[in-house]
């Protein structure tokens, strides 16, 4: 289904005790797929309870690049997002950041 040319990393953050994410998974975690040539990201998914908010995390962050921290992208997610994971996305995007430059550079 993805192309040679692509990664996967996943970003993790952690929850708020309170809330059902954190019942099911014990963590936030963003599994993002990555076109490396460009650094755009063309598909993930998240840890989330309900399907609308995968699926509404996942419109935030299609073509965006995991390249760089962009903050419009997090400037986004505290403007759109209300609910209580989303200090996790942004942790978790910033997390899968780090990773997706380390494995860059370990491996390609």
Same mark, same amino acid.
């Given at each position: ?15 708020? =005790? ?8 014990? /963590?936030? *975690? &963003? #599994? ?16 989330? =309870? ?8 996942? /419109?935030? *962050? &299609? #073509? ?10 997090e400037e986004e997610v505290k403007r759109r997002y209300h609910g209580s994971s989303q200090r996790a996305i942004i942790v978790a995007y ?15």
């Amino acid at each position: 289904m993805y192309a040679d040319n692509t990664l996967y990393v996943v970003g993790n953050a952690k929850t708020n =005790t309170d809330n059902a994410i954190t019942s099911k998974f014990n /963590s936030f *975690f &963003i #599994g993002f797929v990555v076109e490396m040539d460009n650094d755009t990201i063309i598909d993930l998914s998240c840890s989330s =309870t309900i399907r609308t908010t995968d699926e509404f995390v996942k /419109s935030l *962050f &299609i #073509g965006k690049s995991l390249k760089n921290l962009d903050t419009k992208v997090e400037e986004e997610v505290k403007r759109r997002y209300h609910g209580s994971s989303q200090r996790a996305i942004i942790v978790a995007y910033k997390d899968a950041i780090k990773k997706y430059n380390e494995i860059k550079e370990r491996y390609f």
